[in-house]
């Protein structure tokens, strides 16, 4: 603990630190409480994604292992058919924090024969579609978390400092100096009557 000034304005300025201190705390407590409330609904929404994800796949694939095998849904070259375009991603923010937000993903699909591939192509391109734009959010959503949680965890740090350092430091300081304040108070009220008391016994003799 630094070592204070044990003076009035040295009292005066821990005195309005504390209050600072304890005004401030109880914001920091709600934010961390808001932020925490925020990565829970976020995970909740991913994890729904992610099994929506999963039984898309699977039909994928069984669609692929029944109808054929996946290199219909490639080109002459090995390429893929169906290839990722642009990706909109908005801002958005919560508590402070710009996280980006998942609104679209727009896809190319090259052109194929029609008689060259099966008729299933067409709904498995779907699919895929669903399933790549799945993907991208969990992505979107996973860096979402990843900030929330950064700042969750420097809020956190925030509120310990106040709660479990600041205020109780400060506290005792103000405790400090007012014992300090107090005693020289004393001294000088009781030098104050000695000197009276000798200047009553000159005056007498």
């Given at each position: 603990?630094?070592?204070?000034?044990?003076t009035k304005n040295e009292f005066k300025k821990q005195?309005?630190?504390?209050?600072?201190?304890?005004?401030?705390?109880?914001?920091?407590?709600?934010?961390?409480?808001?932020?925490?409330?925020?990565?829970?609904?976020?995970?909740?929404?991913?994890?729904?994604?992610?099994?929506?994800?999963?039984?898309?796949?699977?039909?994928?694939?069984?669609?692929?292992?029944?109808?054929?095998?996946?290199?219909?849904?490639?080109?002459?070259?090995?390429?893929?058919?169906?290839?990722?375009?642009?990706?909109?991603?908005?801002?958005?923010?919560?508590a402070g924090v710009e996280i980006p937000v998942f609104?679209?993903?727009?896809?190319?699909?090259?052109?194929?024969?029609?008689?060259?591939?099966?008729?299933?192509?067409?709904?498995?391109?779907?699919?895929?579609?669903?399933?790549?734009?799945?993907?991208?959010?969990?992505?979107?959503?996973?860096?979402?978390?990843?900030?929330?949680?950064?700042?969750?965890?420097?809020?956190?740090?925030?509120?310990?400092?106040?709660?479990?350092?600041?205020?109780?430091?400060?506290?005792?300081?103000?405790?400090?100096?007012?014992?300090?304040?107090?005693?020289?108070?004393?001294?000088?009220?009781?030098?104050?009557?000695?000197?009276?008391?000798?200047?009553?016994?000159?005056?007498?003799?």
């Open positions: 603990m630094p070592k204070i000034r044990l005195k309005d630190a504390l209050k600072m201190y304890k005004r401030y705390l109880p914001t920091l407590q709600l934010k961390k409480q808001q932020l925490q409330m925020e990565i829970r609904g976020i995970q909740n929404r991913a994890k729904q994604i992610a099994a929506e994800r999963e039984r898309l796949l699977e039909q994928f694939q069984v669609w692929v292992a029944v109808f054929g095998e996946v290199t219909a849904l490639q080109n002459p070259d090995g390429g893929w058919i169906l290839s990722l375009g642009q990706v909109q991603v908005e801002r958005d923010n919560i609104r679209q993903a727009e896809f190319k699909t090259d052109d194929y024969s029609l008689f060259a591939k099966p008729l299933w192509v067409d709904r498995a391109i779907a699919h895929l579609r669903d399933i790549l734009s799945l993907d991208i959010e969990i992505k979107i959503l996973e860096e979402q978390i990843a900030r929330l949680e950064h700042e969750l965890l420097i809020t956190t740090q925030r509120a310990n400092l106040f709660e479990k350092i600041k205020i109780p430091e400060t506290a005792e300081n103000i405790r400090k100096i007012h014992i300090y304040l107090g005693d020289q108070q004393t001294a000088q009220v009781v030098r104050g009557k000695i000197a009276k008391n000798k200047m009553t016994q000159r005056s007498a003799s």
